[in-house]
């Protein structure tokens, strides 16, 4: 008759980690010393890294998902800003700082400081100096105050600004130191060319 030896049960889990000291734990095939196998360290670091991999990765599909919202544009401003003189800066022709706030001129589009325009006689000159120069005149001595509405193309705050009871933005236009930038002002534009003012002098085209 065949003794059949009996079967040892493991309870709870498959290898209980208590009851296996190093040298068990080798001869099992999960220690360090069993070639080709990894160790029971390996085992459970490598677990741990696949945790926190899977973690990152869920993380990270959580926070794109979300990226337009926490990364996106900033809201368009809105109401009114205002300086007494001496907070008020002309930064180029087409544009005020009031305090911390750039402002740019809402419909208005002024040469860039450098800029050379012909004078209509043969010869050139700095027309973003003297768009710059020409607003500076605008708001000397003033207080200023601009009603807001919304960003330009590039983004900074823009608005529509007065000193003194005199809308800046078409004054500029009418003046000649500026070009209209839309049809709001269009018709300022045109006067300024017809009576040859500022860029539009001797019938010359500032040519931006």
Same mark, same amino acid.
């Given at each position: 008759m065949?003794?059949?030896r009996p079967r040892r049960i493991f309870r709870g889990s498959a290898l209980d980690l208590a009851g296996f000291g190093p040298g068990r734990l080798?001869?099992?095939?999960?220690?360090?010393?069993?070639?080709?196998?990894p160790g029971l360290g390996g085992l459970l670091r490598g677990g741990v890294?696949? @945790?926190?991999?899977?973690?990152?990765?869920?993380?990270?599909?959580?926070?794109?998902?979300q990226s337009s919202e926490l990364f996106g544009r900033a809201p368009a401003p809105?109401? @009114?800003?205002?300086?007494?003189?001496?907070?008020?800066?002309?930064?180029?022709?087409?544009?005020?700082?009031?305090?911390? =706030?750039?402002?740019?001129?809402?419909?208005?589009?002024?040469?860039a400081r450098g800029h050379t325009c012909p004078d209509g006689l043969g010869a050139g000159y700095d027309c973003g100096a003297a768009a710059s120069a @020409?607003?500076?005149?605008?708001?000397r001595d003033r207080r200023v105050a601009c009603q807001l509405n919304g960003r330009d193309p590039?983004?900074?705050?823009?608005?529509?600004?007065?000193?003194?009871? =005199?809308e800046i933005n078409r004054a500029l236009v009418a003046t000649g130191w500026a070009r209209a930038d839309g049809p709001a002002l269009g018709a300022a534009e045109a006067a300024a060319r017809t009576s040859r003012l500022g860029l539009w002098r001797n019938g010359a085209n500032p040519g931006f």
């Open positions: 065949a003794l059949h080798r001869s099992a095939g999960y220690g360090p010393a069993s070639p080709g196998l890294l696949a @945790a926190l991999a899977a973690g990152g990765i869920g993380a990270g599909v959580l926070l794109f998902g809105a109401g @009114a800003v205002a300086a007494a003189p001496m907070d008020v800066a002309v930064v180029d022709g087409g544009t005020l700082r009031l305090h911390d =706030t750039v402002v740019r001129l809402h419909g208005v589009a002024a040469p @020409a607003l500076a005149n605008l708001v590039s983004g900074l705050v823009q608005g529509v600004c007065e000193a003194a009871g =005199t």
